[in-house]
T-cell receptor, first 115, second 116 residues
């Protein structure tokens, strides 16, 4: 099925550094979501974005919903070792049609943080 | 809030047997649940959408007779992998979407299926 273009695929950073990752799509989404997945676990919701241009923070995490509704980014400031994991973006379309409620996922960004 | 429990977390079975995976929303009612499959180092791929009281909607290429889904209540959906084969070995994850609210999907912890 369709996937979002998420980059980078992987990142190796030092503790304390900031991290930025983004997702782009050729089609419009009405909701953008960012999830984190630890090995052997299900994804955990980090941030949900509902309006174009919206900028939302959750602790050291900040995410934005692009104005065109075709992209989103996630920033992590002052990374710590427990930030290690796979980060997924996901887009969701509006009500109506067969795609309602379904999530389209990015390929994921594998984050490694060296102490 | 918004806790989704998935059971079992790990199952090993012999080829040809059937395996049932349960997905429960513990503190909210879920009119819709979703079942995903994830291969190592890959993203989540939607298998089917499960609506309470009606037949599941399967994604293209997913065999409905192979992956039986039942959503008998607002808090429980089950996925049964019938006549499992080694190629069915994967990580299966469910999610639940609360009735009303902001249409957010909350995920279970996943089930690792190994078919010998």
């Amino acid at each position: 099925g369709q996937q979002l273009n998420q980059s980078p695929q992987s990142m190796f950073i030092q503790e304390g550094e900031d991290v930025s990752m983004n997702c782009t799509s050729s089609s419009i989404f009405n909701t953008w979501l960012w999830y984190k997945q630890d090995p052997g676990e299900g994804p955990v919701l980090l941030i949900a974005l509902y309006k174009a241009g919206e900028l939302t923070s959750n602790g050291r995490l900040t995410a934005q919903f692009g104005i065109t509704r075709k992209d989103s980014f996630l920033n992590i400031s002052a990374s710590i070792p427990s930030d290690v994991g796979i980060y997924f973006c996901a887009g969701q379309r509006a009500a109506g049609g067969t795609s309602y409620g379904k999530l389209t996922f990015g390929q994921g960004t594998i984050l490694t943080v060296h102490p | 809030g918004a806790v989704v429990s998935q059971h079992p977390s790990w199952v090993i079975c012999k080829s040809g047997t059937s395996v049932k995976i349960e997905c429960r929303s513990l503190d909210f009612q879920a009119t819709t649940m979703f079942w995903y499959r994830q291969f190592p180092k890959q993203s989540l791929m939607l298998m089917a959408t499960s609506n309470e009281g009606s037949k599941a909607t399967y994604e293209q290429g997913v065999e409905k007779d192979k992956f039986l889904i039942n959503h008998a209540s607002l808090t429980l959906s089950t996925l049964t992998v019938t006549s499992a084969h080694p190629e069915d070995s994967s990580f299966y994850i469910c999610s639940a979407r609360a009735a009303g609210g902001k249409n957010i999907q909350y995920f279970g912890a996943g089930t690792r299926l190994s078919v010998l």
